[in-house]
């Protein structure tokens, strides 16, 4: 949205609304590229080749993707062939499944030849609603962080991966309360960690600067270092999935920055909207956790490679959510009393 | 050493005895080279250029540069630039000063025409040394982590940055004790952290699959999760410097491990020369931090960039140092018994 003066959203639909255009991420930095997308095959290619990544924007894009299946097949096998596709893609971030059955539900609905008209539309509401929260994370995010600001100081924001309008459809989640600050004449830097092994920082670094929000990247490394030596105020990241006690499951490395944030005394907080919330479990253990392909990690073949995407920072060393409705306790009650009706 | 099976060194004297042979490390993994340092300002450049790098190693190269120095000029201002000028290539290992202080006094006390020839003899004595230190070190680390084996299972050690014999002159500080347990038959399986911005860990992941150690590539962000996940038995690191109170300098990112260990309850070691004690200052927060250039975080010069080469990790965090005398705890108490000699 930001991008020299002109409005961008990551995802919209093409002018004749059969299919959508989406920033490749995979060439961000570097250059700014959309893509088409027309088949539910080349929706989920995308999403697996992180062409659009961050759990908002890939439940968003997901969605749309069940509504393409539908196009060529609107049966209930159909249905649901389309939908295992669309799980298979990743398996960490939970608003992929929210999403994608909530236009299922739509769909289920309806006669057969309306199915994919319906889940189109309702996959557009999605997105819309998804500005929606972002802009609203970002208000109440923007008034928890004015409570850390220094006085005659700038706030010293740390984030980890991208968590910015690129992993969203616009205004992001972690990144919407730093974008409120600064359009509000707040003094805010916010320093990037690069994120291997993907390099994710790079679309924090690169969005930021599109907006004129002063930042610097570190390697991943340094956040221990920055944060022991007084040098951050807050850390504030998204998330891939909260559970229902209030464990941040988040890109791989968050984990870190959170123990040095405690050992710190600087606050750890996780911008999520409530699509990103998974009520079936309490437990971040339980979370399955993507294993990456190696030459993520080594191009050159050469070496055996672990690559877990992500990891869970336990609900102890989250000083707080910031959701859509205001900002709760990481713990069953803080978050039964900002969603009640999902209170078991 | 374990080159295919021929005895190779990092660092070695040429034929002549005029100038050095010694690995090419920054084009490691890809091509084992060797390049020859015939003056103090090729000397300085190869220890700035990280053509040599690991505390150890650092101090033997310096050593020898002092007396290609002096060779140039045997002079007491002679020998001063050439002190300073090696100084200040690297200014957070203390091995460097010690050795070049070393070699420096013994010159001293030379007539000027026998200067260079003393020291140079010096510098070669300090690499032997280098070489039986990294030995002991291994033979007290592998009694230490035998106590750490569980029946029945391989020992899972975890490891940051280069501490093995590319470190040093050979063997090394925190690899020598996981070859000693590998070469007597210990099962060992070491976990390395590919250690941004300069990938140290693939040197550390080059050597360990010379030398036939099962090891496996992760991203620096992967520590945490692995640890919390209970896949990490101990974890082992060199160290650039050690305060006489038992703070840890040591590649960026050390700090963050260690305090996953600990959180994992999982003991964290540092492999010691005494050489790396700098019995002068007992908090880590006063030690020099190298800050290193951008471009090593981000080769477009397209962002800003904070790059720090060195944390501490505080004694509270260390469950103890292994050094070529035995293991100490982390503290002064604990140096002082090992290091009677030294004790304030």
Redesign the interface.
């Known amino acids: 949205m930001r991008v020299q003066g002109a409005h961008l959203r990551t995802i919209r639909e093409t002018e004749d609304h059969r299919g959508l255009m989406v920033i490749d991420q995979t060439l961000l ?1 570097d250059r700014l590229e959309q893509v088409r997308i027309l088949t539910l095959a080349e929706c989920a290619r995308a999403i697996t080749g992180m062409v659009v990544r961050g759990a908002p924007l890939i439940g968003v894009t997901a969605a749309y993707g069940l509504a393409l299946g539908l196009r060529d097949d609107p049966s209930d096998a159909g249905m649901e062939l389309a939908r295992r596709t669309l799980l298979a893609t990743r398996p960490t971030a939970v608003n992929l499944r929210w999403a994608v059955d909530r236009v299922a539900a739509v769909a289920r609905e309806r006669p057969l030849f309306e199915r994919a008209g319906a889940a189109w539309r309702e996959a557009g509401r999605l997105a819309e609603e998804d500005v929606a929260v972002c802009e609203a994370i970002g208000r109440h995010g923007a008034a928890l962080l004015r409570g850390v600001v220094r006085r005659g100081t700038e706030l010293e924001v740390l984030t980890h991966c991208n968590a910015g309008w690129l992993a969203t459809v616009d205004w992001g989640t972690a990144l919407a309360p730093v974008y409120a600050l600064h359009d509000a004449g707040v003094p805010v830097h916010v ?1 990037v960690s ?4 993907r390099n994710q920082g ?1 679309l924090t ?1 690169w969005e930021l ?1 599109q907006h004129g929000v ?13 944060l ?1 030596r007084g040098r951050v105020d807050v850390c504030v990241t998204g998330a891939d999935r909260v559970t229902s006690s209030g464990d941040v499951c988040n ?3 968050t ?2 920055k959170a ?2 944030a405690r ?1 710190a005394g600087v606050p750890f907080f996780a911008a999520v909207p409530s699509s990103t919330i998974d009520w079936s479990i309490p437990l971040g253990s339980t979370i399955p ?1 993507e294993e990456r392909a190696a030459a993520e ?2 191009r050159t073949g ?7 995407g ?3 920072t336990p609900a102890s060393l989250v000083r707080g959510l910031i959701t859509e409705r205001g900002v709760c306790d990481a713990s069953p009650v803080g978050l039964s009393r900002l969603f009640p009706e999902r209170a078991a």
């Open positions: 930095p320093w690069e994120t291997r092994p790079l670094a600067g002063p930042h610097t990247l570190i390697v991943d490394n340094a956040a221990g270092h920055l022991q890109k791989i490395g984990y870190l123990l040095a050992e956790i990690v080594d050469e070496f055996e490679v672990f690559n877990p992500f990891d869970v």
